[in-house]
């Protein structure tokens, strides 16, 4: 069952701690990821994502019980990006100093649409960059927003530096989920959006405890921002927080190796196309360095197993879960970790057989991404065998193609 799932590199974090320390909460606090929790309940197309019980997954780890955070239903944009980019500006179109609010951002998919949305809500011109990589359908959907869409030559990078240039050209307000030098106030915004996931995720679990909390990481804006609820209220017992990430964009993993953030050169792209970042944000930084005890990456090679299999569940128990290839990666990693006997000691990770009482709950993050739609509309990865399995995802994304981002989960559940 495990055969696929597989890890490249792993690095233990001695610096990691139970107790936050107030330099890490005045750079990143609690009260502005709750005062963001509990603003988006307000607003009226707020409902709390599903935490899901995988329970075939749970048995194939030989671990109590693995949940899962679906955010392929948030606010019909299949992502849980649109927690950040809509609530930061929410927040920035609070302060009257700024006057007729104009905000950008380059993108190559949910950041953009998240951002094109929340500009919607509040009444501010958007304008978003993309490359010229970046699907035509993708362009559409955030155009649908009410966007400008501005195309440029070339990748990721020169959609950035269009951007920054037409911002500082026209006084347009840049909304970027990754935080450098100089520029924090508005990733912090979009970071505490992101938690709003930990605060349902802590109400879902009704008490109960994890044991162990796995996150994906890119530019680890996401898992930065998951990680300091889960500080502030399990504190002294804390779950062993494992990040993951792709080990053609290992920059988690190479900063916290050397105790320092270190530019990644990424040689080839990831399929997992969200974790393609070479650079933690500096934002994240502080909060991966402490809270963080693992790190693992992954290669290619189980995504396409893992999509399907989480559309495909083993058990008929759970529901079928439509996710993206980054949405594979927490429970690649788990059964990967669990394929290598001292590396899952080394976490604390022990087969439920024997250990009577210990409860195993394991949260992961799952999210739709029109990249996912694309390597479907490819085929990639497909045996002979797995043809059936394709062929229900492929309905599945025609409906989600046909209507915008919006019919996946009313039509499932
Ligand atoms: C499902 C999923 N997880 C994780 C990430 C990475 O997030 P971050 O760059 O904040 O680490 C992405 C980015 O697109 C994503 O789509």
Wanted: charged letters at 20%; one cysteine or more; a negative charge.
């Amino acid at each position: 069952m495990t055969a696929p799932y597989s890890h490249t590199n792993h690095f233990h974090n001695t610096e990691q701690s139970n107790d936050i320390g107030a330099t890490v909460d005045a750079l990143f606090s609690i009260d502005d990821c709750a005062t963001a929790y509990s603003t988006i309940r307000q607003w009226p197309a707020y409902q709390a994502t599903p935490l899901i019980s995988m329970t075939d997954i749970a048995a194939a780890a030989g671990v109590n019980t693995v949940y899962y955070k679906d955010e392929s239903s948030r606010f019909g944009l299949g992502s849980f990006k649109a927690l950040g980019g809509s609530y930061a500006i929410e927040c920035l179109s609070q302060d009257s100093s700024r006057g007729d609010l104009v905000v950008c951002t380059a993108t190559d998919g949910n950041h953009g649409r998240a951002v094109a949305w929340g500009a919607s809500l509040c009444g501010a011109e958007c304008h978003v960059f993309i490359h010229a990589n970046v699907s035509e359908a993708r362009a559409q959907a955030i155009a649908l927003l009410g966007a400008v869409i501005h195309r440029v030559e070339g990748n990721y990078d020169d959609s950035i530096a269009a951007c920054n240039e037409q911002a500082a050209l026209h006084g347009w307000q840049i909304v970027s989920d990754t935080s450098w030098e100089g520029y924090r106030d508005i990733p912090k915004m979009i970071m505490a959006g992101y938690s709003v996931m930990t605060f349902e995720m802590m109400d879902q679990l009704d008490g109960e405890i994890p044991s162990h909390v796995i996150l994906q990481a890119g530019c680890g804006a996401m898992a930065g921002a998951l990680t300091d609820p889960v500080w502030h209220h399990w504190g002294a017992r804390l779950p062993t927080i494992i990040m993951v990430e792709s080990d053609r964009s290992d920059c988690v993993y190479q900063s916290l190796k050397r105790d320092e953030i270190h530019l990644v050169n990424i040689v080839e792209e990831t399929v997992m196309a969200g974790l393609s970042c070479g650079e933690v944000s500096l934002l994240a930084w502080p909060l991966i360095q402490k809270g963080a005890s693992h790190v693992v990456t992954i290669p290619d090679a189980g995504v396409g197993p893992m999509v399907r299999w989480l559309a495909n569940p083993s058990d008929g128990e759970r529901p079928s879960v439509i996710g993206g290839e980054c949405s594979a990666s927490g429970l690649i990693a788990l059964l990967a970790i669990q394929h290598d006997p001292a590396l899952a000691h080394d976490m604390g990770i022990v087969s439920d057989a024997g250990s009577g009482d210990r409860t195993r709950a394991i949260p992961t993050l799952s999210c739709m991404t029109t990249s996912s739609q694309a390597r479907y509309e490819r085929g990639y990865e497909l045996t002979p065998a797995e043809r059936s399995d394709q062929l229900g995802m492929i309905v599945l994304h025609l409906m989600y193609d046909r209507d915008e981002f919006r019919c996946i989960l009313p039509t499932r559940r």
